[in-house]
C-alpha cells in the first residue's frame, strides 16, 4: 500500500526534492536541505527507516512506482539518490516523464556495475587495478596466472560494505566465493588484480551542472574486513600527493559528467602511486566528517549542486577532524547504549541513525570530533565510539519494533 504524502500539506514555496531512498544518507541530506526553506520526501519500501525521522516517506511496495508517485505530486524540483541501487531504466523513465534526475541515468549507467565503471575510468586514463569480467572459474585461473595471487572477486553490481567482495589466495577458494557471490546462481562477477596498498584515501567531490567542481581535503580511511571503520581528516601525505589525488578525483568525475556530490575511493600504494578503488554516485561515508569539519558539508554541496544553486567552500575550520563508524557488533534491538556517556565527551558530534535494528556490520552512526592534529581528533572520536553499543537487547520497548 501507497502512504499518502505530506507534501500535499505543505504551503512552503521551497524548492522539492525527492530522494530515492530513505537510509542514513538520505535523513542527513533532508537534514541539510531543510536548513535551506527545501523540502524533501523520501521514497522507500519500509517506513521504518531513518529519513522518516526527519521528513515524510513515501513507502513503496516496489521500486517500478516510484514514476507514478512522482509525478502524482504535482511540482517537484529535483530528484536525487541516496544509494545506486534503483534500476537505471526507473532512472531514465523519471527522465523521460520530464523530471530532473540528478546525478541522471546516463551517469549511473556508467557507475551502477563496477565494471562499467572501471572500463569508464580506463578509458579516460584514469589509473585503475587490472580487472576483467569473468564468466568461468577457469577465468578466474587465466587472470591469475596473468597477474598473481591474490585477485579480488567482485559482484559487478549491488555490492555495498564489501558484502559484494572476496579476497582469492588461491584458485582452491574461488569456488566457495564464486558460490557465495552469486556466480553459480548467473549473477554478473569480475576480477581484479590485488592491489598491495599502504594507504586508503578518499576525495568528496561536488560538481554543479555546468562543470564547476569543488573537491573536499583528501582524507584517510581505514577498512576492517572491507567496511569503513574510520576516516582521519586531512590524509597525513605529501602536498604533492594530496594535489594528486585531488586532480584524479575531479577527472574521474568529470569522466561519468556527474552532478552532484560523488565519492571517490583510493589506494595509495607502496611506491607512491595512486589507484582509483571506485566511485560512489551520491554522498558518502567517507565524507560524514564535513558536517562539522568543512565550511560547506558534502550533503549541502549536493543540494547546492541539484538544484543549480552557487556551491560552498569544502575547506575544514579545523585543523584536523576524525570520523568513526558505529558498527553493529551482534543482531538486536538500534537502541544505543552508553549515548549519555559519549555525548559527555567534550567535542564529539554523535549522530545515530534512527535505525531500529541492529546487525554485525551495519551502519548504526557515526562519531566525528575536531582537534588540532589528526591523532588527537581521532582519540577523541574514538573514546566516545567506545562508549556506544547498540543489540543490548534490555530495553524491551525497542526489541519490540
Ligand atoms: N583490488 C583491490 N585490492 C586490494 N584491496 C581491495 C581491492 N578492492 C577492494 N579492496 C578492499 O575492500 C574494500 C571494499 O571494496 P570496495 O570499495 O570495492 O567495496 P564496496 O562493497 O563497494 O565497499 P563500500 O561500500 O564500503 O565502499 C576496499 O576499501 C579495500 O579495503
Ligand atoms: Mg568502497
Not at 331 to 336: D, E, I, L, R
Not at 357 to 372: E, F, I, N, Y
Amino acid at each position: 500500500m501507497v502512504k499518502s504524502c505530506a507534501w500535499g500539506q505543505l504551503a512552503s514555496p521551497g524548492p522539492r526534492l525527492a530522494v530515492l531512498g530513505g537510509g542514513q544518507l538520505a535523513k542527513m541530506l533532508a537534514q541539510a536541505a531543510a536548513r535551506l526553506g527545501c523540502q524533501v520526501v523520501a521514497l522507500e519500501k519500509n517506513l521504518d527507516c531513518p529519513a522518516a525521522l526527519v521528513c515524510p516517506v513515501q513507502v513503496l511496495t516496489d521500486w517500478e512506482q516510484t514514476v507514478g508517485a512522482i509525478t502524482s505530486w504535482g511540482r517537484v524540483d529535483v530528484v536525487t539518490l541516496e544509494n545506486e541501487f534503483v534500476a537505471d531504466s526507473i532512472l531514465a523513465d523519471l527522465e523521460a516523464s520530464g523530471l530532473q534526475v540528478r546525478p541522471g541515468a546516463a551517469t549511473l549507467r556508467r557507475i551502477r556495475d563496477k565494471f562499467v565503471q572501471k572500463t569508464t575510468l580506463a578509458q579516460a586514463g584514469l589509473p585503475v587495478p587490472a580487472f576483467a569480467a569473468v564468466q568461468t572459474l577457469e577465468e578466474i585461473a587465466v587472470h591469475a596466472r596473468e597477474w598473481g595471487w591474490p585477485l579480488v572477486l567482485k559482484a559487478r553490481c549491488h555490492g555495498y560494505d564489501g558484502k559484494g567482495n572476496a579476497t582469492l589466495r588461491s584458485l582452491d577458494e574461488a569456488g566457495s566465493a564464486w558460490a557465495r557471490l552469486g556466480g553459480s546462481a548467473g549473477r554478473s562477477l569480475y576480477v581484479e588484480a590485488f592491489c598491495r596498498f599502504d594507504r586508503e584515501l578518499a576525495v568528496m567531490v561536488t560538481r554543479e551542472r555546468d562543470g564547476n567542481i569543488v573537491t573536499y581535503p583528501v582524507v584517510e580511511t581505514v577498512q576492517t574486513n572491507h567496511v569503513c571503520h574510520h576516516v582521519v581528516a586531512p590524509a597525513r601525505i605529501s602536498a604533492t600527493l594530496a594535489q594528486q589525488a585531488a586532480e584524479l578525483a575531479r577527472a574521474a568525475i568529470e569522466s561519468v559528467q556527474g552532478v552532484g556530490t560523488f565519492g571517490v575511493e583510493l589506494f595509495l600504494d607502496p611506491e607512491g602511486r595512486l589507484w582509483i578503488n571506485e566511485l560512489a554516485p551520491r554522498v558518502h561515508n567517507t565524507g560524514h566528517y564535513t558536517i562539522e569539519a568543512c565550511e560547506c558539508s558534502q550533503f549541502e554541496n549536493h543540494v547546492r549542486a541539484v538544484l543549480g544553486w552557487p556551491l560552498g567552500s569544502p575547506h575544514m575550520v579545523a585543523p584536523a577532524a576524525a570520523m568513526v563508524n558505529l558498527l553493529g557488533q551482534r543482531s538486536g534491538s538500534g537502541h544505543a547504549h552508553g549515548l549519555e556517556k559519549a555525548l559527555a565527551i567534550p567535542g564529539a558530534h554523535v549522530h545515530i541513525y534512527g535505525k531500529s535494528r541492529c546487525a554485525p556490520g551495519r551502519k548504526m552512526g557515526h562519531v566525528t570530533a575536531l582537534g588540532t592534529t589528526p591523532e588527537e581528533a581521532l582519540s577523541r572520536a574514538e573514546a566516545a565510539a567506545r562508549c556506544i553499543e547498540f543489540g543490548l537487547n534490555t530495553d524491551t520497548e525497542t526489541d519490540q519494533q
